[in-house]
């Protein structure tokens, strides 16, 4: 589906042959290349524009190594540079209080629930004792789902069906987790198709009065060029500490995650990739820029 980006820039770079660096003229046809395969990932329009101009100004000069292609380098210098514009590193959430809280927010199908679960499966495997809140208040098949998770994963899960406050259940749900001496609880909140005022007024109201040590956003990596959008909602008014991409494992090389961080400027910091329960891992910028690049 993809062609290979380093094949296209050696076909632009032809005229290259007998030339000591890179020059203006044929660092601009590159670029264009580098900029298409940017879009062609995901990666939002305006966001690409601004990474290939820094790169048409870090290749600008360069010596031609004889070793690689100039293709070669052109891309190893993209990926470079994706890599420290998504974060350079990994970064970790952040578990603190007794118990710690974690908040996970995102659009109603984004994989919230699920990511709930694996991220349930993988604090418990570090030795960490884990309780899930449900409180998804609209949607009694996601308590549900969440219970299913929780039996999957034996981790246990705080319900009321009967409770239409979401607030009052969270805080229920940690004060138990209290009294069984859990380390961490994790909160799945309710999510609509698109954005809406209310979903964003409950959230905000629940974080505020859970005060969680990490507020996780998630996010479907095949909504391409709408997650960028999406995300800097709900970062304008939750204020979240990263970015949890999901659907990894679709046809998507997963440009928003270059473009999400680049808007909101918080790390990604887990990937999903499958609906099994194993099917995460924390995110390493380098590995994503790669795939973008493929
Ligand atoms: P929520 O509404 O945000 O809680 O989303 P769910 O967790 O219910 O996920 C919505 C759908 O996407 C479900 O059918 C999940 O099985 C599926 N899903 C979630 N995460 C992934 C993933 O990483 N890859 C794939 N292929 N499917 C996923």
Redesign the pocket.
Known sequence: MFDNLSTKLDKAFKNLKGQGSITEINVATTVKEIRRALIDADVNFKVAKEVTDEIKNKSLGQDILISVSPGQMLVKITQDELTSLMGGTQENIVLEGNPAVILIA??????????TGKLASRLKKEGKSVMLAACDIYRPA?ID?LKVLGEQVGVEVYAEPENKNAVEIAQKAIAEAKAQNKKVVIVDTA?RLAVDEQMMNEIAAVKDAIQPSETLF?VDSMTGQDAVNTAKTFNDRLDFDGVVL?????DTRGGAAISIRKVVEKPIKFI????KMD?LDVFYPERMAQRVLG
């Open positions: 995102g659009l109603q199908g984004s994989g919230k629930t699920t990511f996601a789902q999510g998630v999901t659907k990894l494992d679709g999903s990739y499958g609906e099917a």
